[in-house]
């Protein structure tokens, strides 16, 4: 059986490896699609982090093969979308043995629900593989408490900026301002609904943010009324801009890796009673995303479907152009 895994920096094979053996209480899950992320090429240049071969893919859908004798409420045949996990449910392809990379995969202690949900009718299993990304954006917007009325800026429109703005439009926030230096992701940033796009390399983001939005009154000047932000460029500058020229009373959900300390200006912090939270992972309830991905199409999104003994070249995709959407991995099958 092939599984992706990642051997050392920047060491990533596609693996011969043993079919799973699974116990009464996991399951088999055929893999349809599984896509690839920003966190999968850390992995790759970070070596893993288990010192032992580690399995890639977090973003995964497919069709059950088999059933542990323990396990109730899935059957063989039933299209499923695969929890990744947490530390209390056992992760899967972020420092784990399994990974979603590979053609079967073991969902160990799969009896203990919350993970594996129904797709739903209707929906390919490469679009239902969009769950995970769309729940990592879902989350990033909760933590910014964004209410109809507000206006709000999204800087960075890959996979998880686009997600977090398809949240946001959803949600009925109609007054999204969009920020990517690229165009196809500006243009898939107002096909999800952003009211208006912004390139950084051709404008002042700040002036053209206080243009849309309008003002707010601050002792040293007046700000853009932008109310809240999201973070999801992972540029170390942006962050610093935010507080320097957020509102008073602004908030701004981190949401992009950011490996090394940034330097942070708390006097403007203080000052503007500005709210500054991380986002990792999901909603408490993952089947959030779920339902948004039944509301709404956004199989537009995937803008590079590769076979499994591609992902080398998918990898180069994701890693070496702006101009692309989610790189999604197939398998075959009902995808």
Wanted: with cysteine.
């Amino acid at each position: 059986m092939k599984q992706i895994r990642v051997h050392g920096p920047n060491d990533v094979r596609l693996d011969d490896v043993s079919p799973p053996r699974p116990g009464p209480r996991d399951v088999l899950v055929r893999i349809a699609a599984c896509g690839i992320c920003g966190t999968d090429v850390s992995f790759v240049h970070m070596g893993g982090m288990t010192g032992r071969p580690m399995a890639l893919g977090h973003e995964m859908a497919g069709v059950v093969e088999w059933v542990g004798d323990e396990v109730t409420g899935v059957s063989v045949g039933d299209r499923v979308i695969v929890h990744p996990g947490d530390d209390r449910l056992g992760r899967l392809g972020s420092g784990a043995p399994q990974g979603g990379l590979t053609p079967i995969l073991l969902v160990r202690e799969a009896a203990n629900g919350r993970r594996l949900f129904p797709v739903p009718d209707g929906m390919p299993l490469s679009v239902a593989a969009l769950a995970e990304p769309l729940a990592v954006g879902m989350q990033a917007v909760n933590q910014v408490d964004v209410t109809r009325g507000e206006r709000v800026a999204v800087f960075g429109c890959g996979p998880i900026g686009l997600m977090s703005i398809a949240t946001l439009v959803d949600r009925g926030i109609d007054d999204v301002v969009a920020i990517d230096p690229s165009r196809t992701r500006r243009q898939l940033a107002a096909s999800v609904g952003a009211g208006h796009v912004l390139d950084p390399s051709a404008v002042d983001v700040w002036g053209e943010l206080a243009r849309i939005h309008g003002t707010a009154p601050f002792m040293f000047g007046p700000t853009p009324a932008t109310d809240a932000f999201v973070e999801a460029s992972g540029s170390d500058r942006v962050l610093g801009e935010i507080l320097q020229h957020g509102r008073f009373g602004g908030r701004m959900s981190v949401v992009a890796l950011h490996y090394q300390p940034v330097p942070t200006n708390y006097l403007q912090l203080l000052m503007k009673q500005f709210t500054i939270r991380g986002s990792f992972e999901y909603p408490p309830r993952f089947e959030d995303a779920i339902e948004l991905l039944a509301r709404r199409d956004l199989s537009e999104l995937i803008t590079h479907t590769l076979p499994l003994e591609e992902f080398h070249r998918a990898l180069a995709i994701l890693e070496g152009s702006d101009n692309c959407g989610k790189v999604m991995i197939t398998m075959g099958g009902d995808s």
